[in-house]
């Protein structure tokens, strides 16, 4: 499974200057993360309180590991988005991928063999 990145640009060059991995995502952000899409709804649509909100998640998402202000300066919207994208990505794959085989709830045809018992 592939991590989610984050990239902070330079603000002078608007060249790459450091890229955050995030941590094991915790049910805890995970569920944060659900209800902040619902509340975003189209990422064309949204409000200064929307992205703040966006912002404040990512934030929290990768473990604190800078703040609101260093994200607003070093990043684009894009970037935060596709982080959302990127987990609930993660999220698809691991339902997939762990989702319990039900058994067929069609029974086969019955044979002539099987009919003579």
Do not use: W
């Not at 994200?71 to 794959?93: H, K, P, W, Y």
């Amino acid at each position: 499974m592939t991590d989610i990145e984050l990239k902070f640009y330079e603000p002078q060059t608007d060249e790459v200057c450091k890229t955050y991995i995030a941590p094991r995502v915790k049910t805890k952000v995970l569920k944060h993360g659900i209800r902040l899409a619902k509340q975003i709804g189209n990422p064309k649509n949204m409000d200064e309180a929307q992205v703040d909100a966006l912002l404040d998640f990512v934030v929290e998402l990768f473990g604190e590991q800078f703040t609101r202000e260093e994200l607003e300066e070093q990043t684009d919207l894009l970037e935060c988005i596709s982080v959302m994208q990127a987990l609930f990505g993660r999220v698809n794959l691991l339902a997939m991928t762990q989702r319990p085989q039900t058994p067929n709830p069609t029974k086969p045809p019955t044979t002539q063999y099987q009919q003579r018992r």
